[in-house]
RNA sequence: GGGCGCGUAGCUCAGUCGGUUAGAGCGCACCCCUGAUAAGGGUGAGGUCAUUGGUUCGAAUCCAAUCGCGCCCA
C-alpha cells in the first residue's frame, strides 16, 4: 500500500493508558504507600455516611507464626465488606486485633528455653512470651497491609494490652457479681511427671503397652428376669488397672445385646457379640449361652466392687461399643472424660484416689502410697487374682495419649476448675433467645450455633499456664476460703491496668489487698493468689465489651461478625457466652460464614500432603490482587478451592479484565466529559442499547454487593467484560474511535459511552482489586476527581438508561449477529473470502426482523450501523418471505488505505474512502 | 461413632415452585487479524447433574441409602 494514513488515525497510545502488564508484585506497595500517604483509611472514616455506621468488628487472629491462606480468605473478605459498605454511603471503622495469650506461643518459647538449656521462672517466661507475640502482631500486620487491607493497623487492639487484660479481670469480676462463676471438678488429661493439666493440642498419640485385664464384678442386685441368680457375675475389660480402685459403676449402652454365659460354674453377663472371642481368650471351649437380654433391661441391676466394701451399680451410656472388651465398660468418674459424664449423670460421686504425681491417695485404701504404675497396677492385678476376680491378663498394645513434652503417658484426674455457669439465671435460654434474633450467613449457621449452645457444657474458664491473664481471686491461707468481691476485683483490675498482667505473678496478695483486710469467714489475714489463667476463649469472647465499647467510634453490638465456619462453637460462641452474661444481648446483629480453603481435588492443605498455597508466595509472583480475584471468585459460604491451576485461571480473568479497562482508558485520553460528552438523546442505537445494557450489569452487580455473593460479581463482570464489552461493543466502536474526526459527534457519543462503562467498572472493582482500581482511577478524565477512588461512592443504576424497548430491540439484532458470524465463518472456510473485513453481507430477514433491521439506513459507507456490528465491510437488507439467510460475498470495492474497510468510494489516487478524505481534509 | 454441610463440563459458577434438547464465562481445538499486539475477533467440541433405589405423567431439583470430601464434636 502506498500511503500510510496511520498517523492520521486516533489511535491510543500505550503512555497515555495503564500498563498491559500489570507488574502487581512491584506496583502494589506504591499504591499502598500512597494510601498511607494520604491516609486514606481516616479519609473514608471523614466521608459523609448518609446510611450511618457499619461496624464489622474483626475476630482476632492467633499472633504466631506467617499468615496462611485462610487468613488471606477471611481479611480479603472482610476488607471486601468494608470497602463496598463505605461506597454505599456507610461509615465504616475496622479495627484489627490479635489474640495473644495462650499455649501456642507458651510453648514455642518454652521450646525456645529449652533448646537453650534454660529453665525460666513464670515471669521470665511471660515476658518472653509478650515480645514473641509483639513481634509475630509486626509480622502479619505488614502482612495483612500487604495484602491491601484498609483499617486502624496503627492502632490495633491487643488481647495482651494493658488495659484490656485489665478489662478481662473486670469481666470476669461482673460475672462472679452475677452469679455465673463456681468452682468444681473436671477431668483432665493429667501429665504424672510434669505435674500439670494438659490441653488437647499438647497430647500426642503413640503405641504403648497396656495391661489389659477381664474382671468379675459379683452381682448382688440381679436383673429382672435374669435365668439364674447363682454365682452371677458381670465381666469388664479394661487397660488400666490402676483406675479399678476408683470404680463405681459399671456402664451397657442400652441397645445393645448381653448373654447370660454359665461356664466354669459361674454365670457371666457380657455382650452378646463378644461372647465367642472373649471365651476363645479365656482358653475356655465349654461354655452355654443361657439367654440374652439388651441393656436398658439391665438397669437397675446392682454388683459388688471385687476388692471393696462398695457397690457398683449398672448404668446406661452410648458411648459403650461391642468393639472389644466385653461390653460393659468399667467406670471410674475421677479418671475418664465420659466415665465423669456418666458419674454426673447417675449422681455418683467423683472419685479421684491419685495425686498429682500419679500415686494413690488414702482413698485408695491398701494401695495408698503406690505410684499407679507400673507398682499400682502389679498390686491391682494381684489382688484380683486373690479375690477369684481376675479371668483373664494380656499385654495390649494400642495407641494411647502421651505428653507431648516428657512422652509421659497421660491419665484422667479430676482437678478443681473455675467454671462459668451455662444455665445460671436461664443463661441458655435467653442466649438461644438471643440467636434467632442474629442474621446468619448462609442460613444453616443459625441450626450450628443453636446445637452448639444448647449442648455446651458450663464453660471451664481456669488453665494451669504461665502466659494468660491471672483469675483475680485470693484463698485464705487459714480457712481456704475463696476472695472474690467487687472491690478485690477493681483494685485487681487497676493495678493491671497500669502495670500490665505480670504484676499479679511478681508482687504478693498482701499488694493487691487493701490495707487491714482480713478474712471475711474466719478474720485470717494471710492469703495466697489463685495461680490458674483465664482460657484464651475467655480472652477473644470478651473483644466485642473491650474493644467495641472502648473505642468511641464504635458501637455494642457490632453489625457484622465474620469468620470460619469452625467458629459457631468458638469465638461466635465464647463472645455469645459473654454478651449475654454481662450486657443480656447478642454482640452481633448478622454473622456470616466461610468455609476452609482445600486444594484442587477438595482436599484439606497440609504439608505433608505438599499441597499448601502460601498467600505471600501468590502476592510475590502474582499480586494480592490476583489472590483477592481468587476469593472474590469462589462461593465462600462453603469449602472454596485452591492449587496452582485454579490460580492461572483467576490470573487470566485478572488479565482480561484489566485490558478491557486498558482499552477504555487508552480511548478516553483526550476525552472531557464536561466539554466533550454526547447527551443521551443524541447517541446513537447502538450506544444507549450499550448504556441500557450497563444498567442491566450494574443492576446485577448492586445486588451481588447486597447478598455478600462476590462470586456473583465475579462472573457477571468477567461475562461483561469479554462478550458485551471485549467481543463486541468495543469491536464495533473502533472505526468510530479510531477514523472520525476527533470532535465529531459519532466519534464522542462513543467516548461518552466509555466514560460511562470504565466510570462504573473501575468503582464496583474498587472493593475487590482495590490497586488496579486505584490505577485506573488516576487515569479517568473525571470531573472534580476524588484523590482515591476508595473515596467515592458506588455507581447507581440510571431509569432513564434502562431503556427495555431498545433491549428488546437488539436481542433479534445480536441473534442475527450470530447467524451473520456462521455465515461469514462458513465462506472463510470455503475460501470465498480471506476474512469479514473484507466481506459485504446481503441479509434476507423475514418480518418483523426486516422491520426492525429497517431503522437502520445501509449505506456503502463507515457509518453503516449494521456493518459495524456484524464485522464486515458492507451489509444491506432484503426483505424475504422465507427463513432468515445471511449471502456472503466479496465487498466491492477496494479498502480504503486509512480505515481499512472495502468500500466502493474509494479514491484511486488517495485510497482514501470518502469519509476519511474527509477527516484527513 | 454423632451433628452441620457439600458433590452440575478440564476450571470457576448459574440453574426460581419438580416441567422443552441442563446454561454461562474461562480453558481447549481449529481459523482470522496484526491499528487493544506478551493483545483482539470468529467457529466448534466438551455433561451418566457422585452412585443406587424410590416418589411422580415428569427429577439436577423431592425422599432414602451408599460412596467421596470438609467443619465441629466424641
Known amino acids: 500500500m502506498a500511503h500510510n494514513y496511520r498517523d492520521t488515525l486516533h489511535l491510543p497510545k500505550d503512555e497515555q493508558t495503564i500498563a498491559m502488564r500489570a507488574n502487581l508484585p512491584e506496583q502494589e506497595p506504591r499504591w499502598q504507600a500512597f494510601w498511607r500517604e494520604i491516609d486514606l483509611y481516616q479519609r473514608m472514616l471523614e466521608k459523609p455516611a448518609p446510611n450511618g455506621d457499619f461496624i464489622l468488628h474483626d475476630g482476632p487472629p492467633y499472633s504466631n507464626g506467617d499468615i496462611h491462606i485462610g487468613h488471606a480468605l477471611n481479611k480479603t473478605l472482610k476488607d471486601i465488606v468494608v470497602r463496598s459498605y463505605r461506597m454505599r454511603g456507610y461509615r465504616t471503622p475496622y479495627v484489627p486485633g490479635w489474640d495473644n495469650h495462650g499455649m501456642p506461643i507458651e510453648n514455642a518459647v518454652s521450646k525456645e528455653f529449652l533448646a537453650r538449656g534454660e529453665k525460666p521462672d513464670k515471669i521470665t517466661l511471660r515476658r518472653a512470651c509478650r515480645e514473641y507475640a509483639q513481634r509475630y502482631v509486626h509480622i502479619q500486620r505488614e502482612q495483612f497491609e500487604r495484602l491491601g487491607l484498609v483499617g486502624e493497623w496503627d492502632n490495633p487492639y491487643l488481647t495482651m494490652d494493658y488495659a484490656f487484660e485489665a478489662g478481662l479481670v473486670r469481666i470476669f469480676g461482673e460475672l462472679a457479681q452475677r452469679g455465673y462463676i463456681y468452682r468444681g471438678l473436671r477431668p483432665t488429661l493429667w501429665c504424672p511427671t510434669c505435674q500439670t493439666a494438659l490441653a488437647d493440642a499438647e497430647v500426642e498419640y503413640d503405641e504403648k503397652t497396656s495391661d489389659s485385664i477381664y474382671v468379675a464384678f459379683p452381682v448382688v442386685k440381679p436383673p429382672a428376669d435374669a435365668p439364674t441368680t447363682e454365682n452371677l457375675k458381670i465381666l469388664i475389660w479394661t487397660t488400666t488397672p490402676w483406675t479399678i480402685p476408683a470404680n463405681l459403676a459399671l ?16 454365670v457371666y453377663l457380657l455382650a452378646h457379640r463378644l461372647v465367642a472371642p472373649t471365651m476363645e481368650a479365656f482358653g475356655i471351649h465349654d461354655y452355654t449361652v443361657l439367654g440374652t437380654v439388651t441393656g436398658e433391661h439391665l438397669q437397675g441391676a446392682v454388683a459388688k466392687h471385687p476388692l471393696f466394701e462398695r457397690e457398683s451399680p449398672v448404668v446406661l451410656a452410648d458411648y459403650v461399643t461391642a468393639e472389644d472388651g466385653t461390653g460393659v465398660v468399667h467406670t471410674a468418674p475421677g479418671h475418664g472424660a465420659e466415665d465423669f459424664a456418666t458419674g454426673k449423670k447417675y449422681g455418683l460421686p467423683i472419685l479421684c484416689p491419685v495425686d498429682a504425681a500419679g500415686v494413690f491417695t488414702q482413698e485408695a485404701g491398701e494401695f495408698a502410697g503406690l505410684p499407679i504404675t507400673p507398682e499400682g497396677n502389679r498390686a491391682v492385678i494381684q489382688r ?6 481376675l479371668l483373664h491378663y494380656e499385654p495390649y498394645r494400642h495407641n494411647y495419649p502421651h505428653c507431648w513434652r516428657c512422652n509421659t503417658p497421660l491419665i484422667f484426674r479430676t482437678t478443681e476448675q473455675w467454671f462459668m455457669s451455662i444455665d445460671h439465671a436461664g443463661h441458655r435460654e435467653r442466649a438461644l433467645n438471643a440467636i434467632r434474633q442474629v442474621r446468619w450467613i448462609p442460613p444453616e449457621g443459625e441450626t450450628r450455633i443453636t446445637a452448639a449452645v444448647q449442648n455446651r457444657p458450663d464453660w471451664c474458664l481456669s488453665r494451669q499456664r504461665a502466659w494468660g491473664v491471672g483469675i483475680p481471686a485470693f484463698y485464705c491461707e487459714a480457712c481456704n476460703a475463696v476472695i472474690l468481691t467487687p472491690e478485690t476485683v ?91 452474661g454481662t450486657r443480656d444481648a447478642a454482640p452481633y446483629r448478622m454473622v456470616i460464614t466461610h468455609g476452609f480453603v482445600l486444594d484442587g481435588e477438595g482436599r484439606k492443605m497440609s504439608k505433608s500432603l505438599g499441597n499448601v498455597v502460601s498467600p505471600l508466595e501468590v502476592i510475590q509472583n502474582m499480586g494480592a490482587d490476583v489472590l483477592r480475584l481468587w476469593v472474590a471468585s469462589c462461593e465462600y459460604f462453603e469449602d472454596v478451592r485452591l492449587s496452582q491451576e485454579i490460580l492461572k485461571y483467576v490470573a487470566d480473568a485478572y488479565r482480561q479484565i484489566r485490558n478491557t479497562l486498558r482499552f477504555m482508558v487508552g480511548n478516553l485520553a483526550d476525552f472531557n466529559p464536561e466539554t466533550d460528552a454526547v447527551p443521551y438523546e443524541q447517541l446513537n442505537d447502538l450506544d444507549r442499547w450499550m448504556l441500557a445494557t450497563l444498567q442491566e450489569y450494574l443492576r446485577y452487580a448492586l445486588n451481588a454487593y447486597d447478598s455478600f455473593e462476590y462470586h456473583k460479581f465475579y462472573h457477571e463482570t468477567r461475562r461483561f467484560c469479554n462478550v458485551e464489552l471485549s467481543a463486541f461493543y468495543l469491536d464495533v466502536i473502533k472505526d468510530r474511535l479510531y477514523a472520525e474526526s476527533r470532535d465529531s459527534a459519532a466519534r464522542r457519543g462513543a467516548q461518552t ?37 476508595h473515596l467515592t461512592e458506588f455507581p447507581t443504576v440510571c431509569e432513564a438508561w434502562h431503556d427495555k424497548a431498545l433491549l428488546e430491540r437488539f436481542e433479534s439484532i445480536l441473534q442475527l449477529r450470530e447467524a451473520a458470524n456462521r455465515a461469514v465463518e462458513q465462506a472463510k472456510n470455503e475460501k470465498r473470502i480471506p476474512n469479514p473485513q473484507s466481506a459485504k453481507i446481503v441479509i434476507h430477514a423475514p418480518e418483523p426482523l426486516f422491520g426492525t433491521l429497517s431503522a437502520f439506513p445501509t449505506p456503502a459507507a463507515p457509518d453503516n450501523l449494521l456493518a459495524r456490528i456484524f464485522g464486515v465491510s458492507q451489509a444491506t437488507i432484503e426483505p424475504s418471505v422465507s427463513e432468515l439467510q445471511v449471502e456472503v460475498s466479496l465487498a466491492p470495492g477496494r479498502k480504503c488505505a486509512r480505515c481499512w474497510l472495502v468500500l466502493p468510494n474509494v479514491d484511486e489516487a488517495t485510497e482514501l474512502c470518502g469519509r476519511c478524505q474527509a477527516v484527513v481534509g
Open 251 to 266: 456402664a451397657v449402652h442400652p441397645e445393645l445385646e448381653y448373654a447370660y454365659v454359665r461356664t466354669n460354674g459361674a
Open 490 to 580: 477493681e483494685r485487681i483490675a487497676q493495678i493491671i491496668e497500669r502495670e500490665g498482667s505480670d504484676v499479679w505473678f511478681e508482687k504478693p496478695a498482701a499488694y493487691f489487698l487493701p490495707e487491714g483486710f482480713v478474712c471475711p469467714q474466719c478474720g485470717a489475714s494471710e492469703f495466697r493468689k489463685e495461680t490458674d489463667v483465664l482460657d484464651v476463649w475467655f480472652d477473644s469472647g470478651s473483644t466485642s465489651r473491650l474493644v467495641l465499647e472502648a473505642r468511641p467510634h464504635l458501637h455494642y453490638p457490632a453489625d457484622l461478625y465474620l469468620e470460619g465456619s469452625d467458629q459457631h462453637r468458638g469465638w461466635f460462641n465464647s463472645s455469645l457466652m459473654i454478651g449475654i
Open 753 to 789: 459511552v466509555l466514560y460511562e462503562l470504565a466510570h462504573t467498572l473501575t468503582r464496583l472493582l474498587a472493593p475487590i482489586i482495590p490497586h488496579t482500581a486505584e490505577e485506573v482511577w488516576q487515569r479517568l478524565p473525571v470531573p472534580n476527581k476524588p484523590i482515591s477512588v
Open 384 to 389: 484380683l487374682r486373690e479375690v477369684g476376680a
